[in-house]
């Protein structure tokens, strides 16, 4: 079972390491490969951003 003193649970952009971040947001160090990263937001929007129309003058 997870506790939330582990914190978020993240994969490494360099080696590719899952490892929980410990409630330290940013930024998250790799606890292999000793790299620093900021992570990406969880939640990102689904739906697409609306493009503006053009008006023929």
């Not at 998250?28 to 490969?33: E, L, N, S, W």
């Not at 000793?34 to 951003?49: D, G, M, R, Y």
Request: glycine fraction near 6%; proline fraction near 12%; charge should be positive.
């Amino acid at each position: 079972m997870v506790k939330p003193e582990w914190g978020t649970k993240r994969a490494c952009p360099k080696c590719g390491t899952r490892f929980y971040d410990l409630g330290n947001e940013d930024p998250v160090t790799c606890i292999a490969c000793a790299v620093t990263f900021n992570p990406e937001p969880i939640l990102k929007s689904k739906q697409p951003l609306p493009f503006e129309q053009v008006k023929a003058d």
